[in-house]
């Protein structure tokens, strides 16, 4: 039985997570549902996942945006 992690964060956002070193999405109860796999700085063999799920609408919204930030932090030429 998996069992869900509660995170608290303190402070005022945004909250760094880390950096992602793979992401995954697939289709959860008619939601998209969004995995993160960090990087650990303990260097275990798996590190933090988080998963985030969205509506349809917020993840064709963050699909484009991603897109966008890709396109512009790929070095030029």
Do not use: C, I, Y
Not at 22 to 49: C, F, K, Q, S, Y
Not at 53 to 58: C, D
Request: no cysteine; aromatic share 2%; net charge negative.
């Amino acid at each position: 039985m998996k069992h869900p992690m509660v995170a608290e964060f303190r402070g005022p956002p945004p909250h760094d997570l880390g950096t992602a070193e793979l992401a995954t999405a697939h289709v959860l109860n008619d939601n998209v549902e969004v995995t993160l796999h960090l990087l650990d700085d303990w260097h275990r063999p798996m590190g933090p996942v988080v998963r985030v799920q969205m509506t349809p609408e917020v993840a064709r919204s963050l699909a484009e945006r991603l897109t966008t930030a890709a396109a512009e932090a790929e070095p030029s030429g």
